[in-house]
């Protein structure tokens, strides 16, 4: 999924006021969490460092969550965003529980098919 089609997604099933930019910070920020929380934990990461997205990004850049689980995992987070700037606690409240499913089960899928980083060569008795 590209940015262009997380933020086309989004818009189409909570259309809102907010701008590209304010929804690219928002993408900026989840995959920024999902590079350091889940991709830079294992070894031999298929991305090896990233970089961020700002307005200057192109919008058909590809962002780092793949299929299946992208198109719940982004609009789920960017609908859960909405909802949290407009104030609507409970819309918001059952939105992220739908991303936090999402999240869990990409992270899950992501811990069984990739090896972690070892953190430690040796026990210490």
């Known amino acids: 999924m590209t940015i262009a089609e997380a933020i086309s997604l989004v818009d189409k099933l909570k259309p809102n ?3 590209p930019e304010m929804k690219i910070k928002w993408l900026d920020k989840l995959d920024g969490q999902i590079y350091r929380e889940v991709i830079d ?8 460092q990233f970089a961020g997205y700002s307005d200057d990004t192109p919008q058909d850049t590809e962002l780092l969550v793949c299929h299946p ?5 982004y609009s789920f987070f960017l609908q859960a ?4 700037e407009n ?11 739908l991303y936090n499913n999402a999240f869990l089960a990409y992270q899950n ?10 953190t430690c060569n040796r026990f210490v008795f």
């Open 81 to 84: 965003a909405v909802d949290r």
């Open 109 to 118: 899928w992501y811990n069984r098919t990739h090896i972690p980083k070892t």
């Open 17 to 19: 006021q907010y701008p």
């Open 41 to 48: 934990t294992h070894e031999n990461p298929a991305i090896e």
């Open 69 to 73: 689980y992208d198109e719940d995992i």
């Open 87 to 97: 104030g609507e606690t409970a819309k918001y409240n059952q939105t992220i529980t």
